[in-house]
Nanobody, 124 residues
Framework: VQLVESGGGLVQAGGSLRLSCAASERTFNNYPMGWFRQAPGKEREFVSAINWSGGSTKYADSVKGRFTISRDNDENTVYLQMNTLKPEDTAVYYC??????????????????WGQGTQVTVSS
């Protein structure tokens, strides 16, 4: 059972990136998925989450209006479109799955599958 993130990189402030999280099994299509991030010296924080069907989403206040989460269950993939990036968005971004739930979750403790992370660096 694996989650593999991709799409991170270096971008200038104001730019965009799209992160992808590919799941190794179709069973992940039944789970809510989330994106979290962790900057050096800081705790892992919630970014966004989506329920199993894609019909309900949640966002941290810091990214609302700039980031969009979506999922393609035919491709077993969750996306995070990040626009108008800021230097404070710099972090390692992780995707996660919560197999015990159906609705989107915001607490990292409710997620039991995690990817390895992808670095996003936003230069000023």
């Amino acid at each position: 059972v694996q989650l593999v993130e991709s799409g991170g990189g270096l971008v200038q402030a104001g730019g965009s990136l799209r992160l992808s999280c590919a799941a190794s099994e179709r069973t992940f299509n039944n789970y809510p998925m989330g994106w979290f991030r962790q900057a050096p010296g800081k705790e892992r924080e919630f970014v966004s989450a989506i329920n199993w069907s894609g019909g309900s989403t949640k966002y941290a206040d810091s990214v609302k209006g700039r980031f969009t989460i979506s999922r393609d269950n035919d491709e077993n993939t969750v996306y995070l479109q990040m626009n108008t990036l800021k230097p404070e968005d710099t972090a390692v971004y992780y995707c996660a799955a919560a197999s015990s739930f159906k609705m989107a979750r915001v607490s990292p403790y409710e997620y039991n599958f995690w990817g390895q992370g992808t670095q996003v660096t936003v230069s000023s």
